[in-house]
């Protein structure tokens, strides 16, 4: 069985694979150009797998979750390059859901 690893230990396992493999961070911007590439392959095996557009021939080998997890490790490298601690900021994150939504989606008749 494969150890589960935490968002703490998942930011300094990226850290040690960037200076050790990777030579340095991308910086800044550039993670974020790479990010929103990476968010965008999800969206387009989203569109053809769920929404009405259908696969290419060169789209028959996408893989979902690795595309997934590419996203959270430039998110994470951005994260450690800018000081977020991902494990606390997500934590504050359902925090302010839990305050903000408490009852919102409860008495949305939408989701009824």
Request: with cysteine; glycine share 4%.
């Amino acid at each position: 069985m494969k150890k589960e690893v935490t968002i703490s230990e998942a930011q300094e396992l990226v850290d040690h694979w960037i200076k050790t493999v990777g030579v340095r961070y991308f910086n800044e911007l550039t993670n974020t150009a790479i990010l929103m590439e990476e968010v965008g392959e999800l969206a387009r095996i989203m569109a053809r797998k769920y929404g009405e557009q259908s696969f290419k021939e060169s789209d028959k080998d996408v893989n979902m979750a690795d595309e997934m997890a590419d996203i959270l490790w430039v998110l994470i490298c951005l994260a450690n390059q800018t000081g977020v601690d991902l494990t606390e900021a997500l934590q504050k994150n359902f925090d302010k859901k839990n305050i903000r939504d408490k009852d919102r989606h409860k008495g949305n008749k939408k989701l009824q």
